[in-house]
């Protein structure tokens, strides 16, 4: 292990190497100062160009930092990415066609870097089967320069069974991040919010013959740098920077009770804002959703709308009843919305987001709540392609597969809608521009057919109605007292659902301006044990 300076960890980058990064929004595991020495030899030199960003989870700010750094025409020439919404500038060079954008779940990108370290031959997965990832459906190429480019993945059979094999990704270089490291480069990862990916991050570029840099806000002696809680062994790393004011994330600080850490207080820091009650539109979709869980369930929260549901349940001291997880590896604690998602205090376990992901893709999940972008005829979803941006699904793909039963939310349309809740009643105060339920989405993130032939229960929760996909297709099974049927849901569709006789109406206590709602009733299919 060398120590170096952040411009000097920069210089060991060069032209057309892949550069594989570790990080999450919100600032999580950011090497940031190294990133920031990266960008700057680039607009000085010119250098390092025609690079391969490949990065599993959102890394920024959406301004400057994290992926933002690389976003320059010409530093990079294909990025892999498996949410990109935390760089605008990114997005753009994508849009422009002035690199080769593809788009994976999260899972498969660290997982395939785990796969690619211990050199066996790529990802083997049903993650992705049905859906934009499918090399038949795209296979996550995202712009016309990508569909241009060699494919990164396959289809193969393996028992009559079909698989998709995603390519080894070899890393010329990692960029790791860590709390501090010992004289032997081994890196611990101990008081920051999460561990995501740093292990798989620097073990596929070392075992690939690529370098590993590492910023750690400071050097202890081996003594003071327990073994147990090493993320990265020295073996890994070649180069590490000290980055003295690295912050925990964006927030700045180090919050000992993001880290689980056992001298933490008891209460959240102001600044990160706790569980926040939903209002409007998004607290009508979160007290419905949260009529969906059973105690004792495991449930996972999706970022944006379901984010909110956590607030509900610990309004209605819920929250205790279940084992809750987030794809960045937290288990329990107070999950943090909005920018810092991914985060939580006082988390029960902090786990690496490769063992995360492993768990959700095998079932470990009873019910997801998840975000919809857009809705189709036939229940399929996509929230990785909105407009003209690429977004990417993030852990979306690997969640909403793997889970025994799935829960989208979101608002029925976009685009300035406004509502007033009050009283058990909804009024649309103003429609919304852009529909959500359309006759084919752009994108599939998530194959409804695919769901209904593994007789998966998924349902559909907006503010002023809820679906469900059954075997007689997109079935609307409840709508919002206040509404108009006709004029308020139907004439907003592109197509129209199978609609029941008796249609029910959504608990008047989702519609309660001050509460969080009554007790939950006791929905049907979405238990554990069914497929």
């Known amino acids: 292990m060398i120590e170096v300076s952040p411009g000097e960890a920069a210089a060991v980058i060069r032209d057309g190497d892949v550069v594989a990064i570790t990080g999450n929004g919100g600032g999580m595991l950011e090497a940031d100062e190294i990133f920031a020495a990266v960008e700057e030899r680039f607009l000085t030199t010119g250098h390092p160009r025609d690079l391969v960003l490949v990065h599993a989870l959102g890394v920024g700010d959406a301004k400057a930092r994290g992926v933002n750094r690389f976003a320059h025409a010409g530093m990079v020439r294909r990025v892999i990415g498996g949410h990109w919404s935390w760089s605008p500038r990114m997005q753009r060079l994508a849009h422009e066609n002035r690199i080769e954008a593809f788009t994976l779940p999260s899972g498969v990108i660290s997982l395939v870097l785990r796969e690619t370290g211990a050199n066996r031959p790529g990802l083997i997965t049903r993650v992705g089967l049905d859906t934009f990832f499918d090399p038949r459906r795209g296979g996550g190429a995202a712009n016309d320069a990508a569909r241009a480019a060699l494919p990164i993945n396959e289809i193969v059979s393996l028992g009559g ?102 001298h933490a207080g008891t209460e959240l ?113 996509n929230v990785s392609r909105l407009g003209q941006d690429v977004v990417g699904p993030g852990g979306f793909v690997d969640i909403s597969q793997g889970a025994k039963a799935v829960v989208f939310c979101g608002t029925f349309e976009t685009g300035g809608l406004a509502v007033q809740v009050d009283n058990g009643h909804l009024a649309i105060e103003r429609h919304g521009r852009i529909p959500k339920f359309i006759e084919k989405v752009r994108e599939v993130t998530f194959c409804g057919p695919a769901a209904r032939r593994r007789h998966k229960p998924v349902t559909y929760v907006t503010e002023r109605a809820v679906f469900k996909l059954t075997e007689a297709g997109m079935t609307l099974v409840e709508i919002a007292p206040g509404i108009d049927l006709q004029r308020d849901v139907l004439d907003r569709m592109a197509f129209r659902p199978v609609i029941p006789p008796g249609l029910a109406l959504m608990d008047p206590a989702c519609f309660a301006k001050d509460s969080p709602g009554a007790a939950p009733k006791e929905p049907a299919g979405t238990g554990a044990g069914h497929a």
């Open 161 to 262: 069974e079909e698989f998709i094999r995603y390519f080894p990704i070899r890393p010329d270089i990692a960029i790791v991040r860590g709390t501090y490291c010992d004289e032997r480069g081994n890196i611990s990862c101990a008081e920051e919010a999460g561990d995501l990916d740093a292990h798989v991050v620097a073990l596929s570029a070392r075992n690939s013959g690529g370098r590993v840099l590492a910023q750690v806000r400071e050097r202890r002696s081996g003594k003071d740098c327990m073994a147990r809680l090493v993320q990265i062994p020295g073996v890994l790393v070649d180069r590490v920077v000290l980055a003295p004011d690295q912050p925990q994330t964006h927030a700045g600080g180090y919050e000992a009770s993001l880290a689980g850490l056992p």
């Open 269 to 381: 820091a102001g600044r990160f804002g706790g569980l926040a009650m939903p209002t409007g539109a998004r607290a009508v979709i979160a007290r419905r959703a949260a009529n969906e869980i059973l105690a004792g369930q495991s449930v996972n929260f999706g970022f944006g709308i379901p984010g909110g549901i956590a607030a509900v349940l610990s309004a209605q001291a819920r929250l205790g009843d279940i084992w809750l997880t987030v794809e960045q590896g937290i288990h329990n604690g107070q999950l943090i919305d909005g920018a810092l998602f991914g985060a939580a205090a006082f988390p029960g376990a902090i786990m690496r987001s490769t063992d995360q992901f492993d768990f959700y893709s095998g079932g470990g999940v009873d019910v997801a709540f998840l975000g919809a972008g857009e809705v189709d005829a036939e229940g399929n979803v």
